[in-house]
């Protein structure tokens, strides 16, 4: 919630712009009057609700990921001179030092082929860059690309058209992402993953007829490949990649010994084994997608629990970034994506540095 000396600052602003006292009986009325008119207004802007969505989504991200040292809601408050600066969405202090200054931006194109949006106009630009001059921090946009759930976060300078503007389409914003610095990562891990529930032998489990038959979940067991998972961080990971990686779900299997249903099992695999016969691994997703995921299906609930904001969960990732982090029954290859030189862009592509299993 807004803190009292916020919900002051907002008070003594609307008291000032119509000259009349704070303290004036229906000051206090018609101030709420107000707020209440303005919320019923921003509640129908659909653009409004998006974009403070996105950027409530990029902030619990971050915190999620929890690869930076501080950060602070930016743009709030006045700035001098007026007129000439406007503060970036987000301020973000990385672990060695380094300032950046974000705005965030969300783009949805229906075509899924023609993705090119511009981003920002030359003024806009101008007002941010000034502002990050100012404040010795390094300017980035980050962009989140609601078709596809994928996250870019780029240098604009970089990236700008012969007119200034920042005009980027997601498969070449992609090849500039600089999200690895703040701890995204692409994961592979061994297929398939698998969540068995076994049936209690003490409780009734005989198929009848019907094909009907009863069934008490006596144990509930976690698999990668066929070997089973028994620490708690294993688990934990499985349980996120199953649940917002980018494998498909297969048709659940009832394992059936002498006319009982002994167990059911969910399993999850990737569409197309690319590494089969290579490479043990699978990728399974990155962790900004993952995240956005599942923030997105959070938010975007039933009508009566949709929201903007959702409560953080720091350090939420903090087992799949772990380098102490070794397993043999769940295995992890992690892969941190180094942004493409802007002078070589014509001639090479971005790589992902793998970080170890």
């Not at 994928?150 to 970089?158: A, K, M, N």
């Not at 005009?167 to 500039?176: N, Q």
């Amino acid at each position: 919630m807004s803190k009292p000396f916020d919900l002051l600052n907002l008070y003594a602003r609307f008291s000032r712009e119509r000259k009349i006292s704070v303290t004036a009986p229906k000051t206090a009325q018609e101030f709420l009057a107000e707020i209440g008119a303005q919320l019923d207004k921003a509640l129908i802007d659909d653009t409004l609700i998006q974009g403070q969505r996105t950027a409530a989504m990029f902030e619990a991200m971050v915190v999620a990921l929890g690869h930076y040292k501080l950060m602070k809601v930016e743009d709030t408050g006045r700035v001098y001179p007026a007129g000439r600066y406007r503060a970036p969405d987000f301020r973000i202090v990385l672990d060695d030092g380094e300032q950046w200054l974000v705005e965030v931006k969300n783009v949805y194109a229906e075509d899924p082929v023609r993705q090119e949006r511009q981003i920002m106009t030359p003024p806009y630009l101008s007002s941010l860059d000034t502002y990050a001059r100012a404040t010795h921090a390094a300017l980035k946009v980050a962009v989140y690309w609601a078709r596809w759930g994928i996250w870019t976060l780029v240098s604009p300078h970089d990236l700008l058209d012969e007119n200034g503007y920042l005009k980027l389409d997601m498969k070449y914003a992609v090849r500039f992402n600089e999200l690895g610095r703040l701890g995204d990562m692409t994961i592979g891990t061994t297929p398939p993953l698998t969540l068995r529930l076994t049936a209690d032998p003490d409780t009734p489990n005989t198929i009848g007829p019907d094909g009907m038959a009863p069934f008490t979940v006596g144990e509930v067991t976690m698999l990668s490949e066929h070997r089973i998972l028994t620490r708690a961080d294993e688990q934990e990971i499985a349980w996120i990649f199953m649940n917002l990686g980018e494998w498909t779900e297969q048709a659940t299997k009832a394992i059936v010994t002498d006319g009982k249903l002994s167990a059911i099992e969910f399993s999850w695999l990737p569409e197309e084994r690319l590494n089969e016969g290579r490479e043990r691994f699978e990728m399974i997703g990155t962790l900004s997608r993952m995240f956005s995921r599942q923030y997105m299906q959070q938010a975007n609930g039933k009508s009566d629990s949709v929201q903007i904001e959702l409560e953080h969960r720091p350090n939420w990732f903090a087992p799949l970034m772990t380098s102490v982090y070794k397993s043999d029954a769940l295995p992890l290859w992690r892969f941190i994506q180094q942004p493409l030189a802007v002078k070589t862009a014509n001639k090479s592509e971005a790589i992902e540095t793998p970080t170890g299993v």
